[in-house]
C-alpha cells in the first residue's frame, strides 16, 4: 500500500496524521490545503488543482490529505489505501479552537506561505454539521470506491496513535 488519501472533519487530524505517516514510511506528503490555496487565500482554479493532483498520482507513493469534494472521488480511485478519521465533532470542534489559538498570528506547517490561521462560523457550521450532512456520502462513496482498496476508520486519537505505531517504515499497512 503506497498510495494513501485521508480523509474527515475539519480538526480530525488529517494533517498530523498525514504528517506523521509520511515520516514513518519516507513517503511523500500533500496537504490539500496547501495545494489549493495560494497566498493571501486566493483560490487556486479547478483546473490549476485537478492538474497539480494529476501530476502526483502518478508518482510511485504518496499520502494525501484533505477533503476537496470536488476531487475526492477521484483521489479515492487513485488510492490504494483510504484513511476515515470519523473523529467525535466535540474532539474536532477542540482541535480546530486550539490550532486557531496556537497559529492565529501565522500559517500552520501544513499551508500555504502567507495564509495565517483563520476560524470563522462557516467553518465551525461546517464541523458541527459534518456527521449529519457529510460523514454519510463520504461513507457511502468509501463503499462504492473502495471495494478492493484498504480501508481504515480511525474514531479517536488513541486508535490513530495505535495504527501509526504498527505501520511498518515503507508500508501503510500493519504488521
Keep these: 500500500m503506497r498510495k494513501v488519501v485521508l480523509i474527515g472533519s475539519g480538526g480530525s487530524g488529517k494533517s498530523t496524521l498525514?504528517?506523521?505517516l509520511g515520516e514513518k514510511t519516507g513517503f511523500p506528503v500533500y496537504h490539500l490545503d496547501k495545494l489549493f490555496w495560494k497566498p493571501n487565500w486566493?483560490?487556486?482554479?479547478?483546473?490549476?488543482?485537478r492538474q497539480k493532483l494529476a501530476e502526483?498520482?502518478?508518482?510511485?507513493?504518496?499520502?494525501?490529505d484533505g477533503n476537496f469534494g470536488g476531487t475526492m472521488a477521484e483521489r479515492l480511485i487513485q488510492a490504494d489505501t483510504i484513511i476515515f478519521l470519523d473523529v467525535s465533532t466535540f474532539v474536532c470542534i477542540i482541535s480546530v479552537l486550539k490550532r486557531f489559538?496556537?497559529?492565529?498570528?501565522?500559517n500552520r506547517p501544513d499551508m500555504?506561505?502567507?495564509?495565517?490561521?483563520r476560524?470563522?462560523?462557516?467553518?465551525?457550521?461546517?464541523?458541527i454539521h459534518y456527521r449529519r450532512r457529510s460523514r454519510?456520502?463520504?461513507?457511502?462513496?468509501?463503499?462504492?470506491?473502495?471495494?478492493?482498496?484498504n480501508i481504515v476508520i480511525l474514531k479517536s486519537r488513541s486508535q490513530m496513535k495505535e495504527y501509526l505505531d504498527c505501520v511498518d517504515e515503507g508500508q501503510l499497512?500493519?504488521?
Design 136 to 149: 454519510p456520502k463520504v461513507l457511502a462513496m468509501i463503499k462504492e470506491i473502495g471495494k478492493d482498496k
Design 56 to 64: 502526483i498520482y502518478p508518482l510511485d507513493a504518496w499520502i494525501m
Design 119 to 127: 476560524l470563522d462560523i462557516d467553518f465551525l457550521s461546517w464541523i
Design 173 to 175: 499497512t500493519c504488521g
Design 42 to 49: 486566493q483560490e487556486s482554479s479547478k483546473d490549476e488543482f
Design 112 to 117: 500555504t506561505e502567507g495564509n495565517n490561521e
Design 18 to 20: 498525514a504528517t506523521a
Design 101 to 106: 489559538l496556537t497559529y492565529r498570528r501565522t
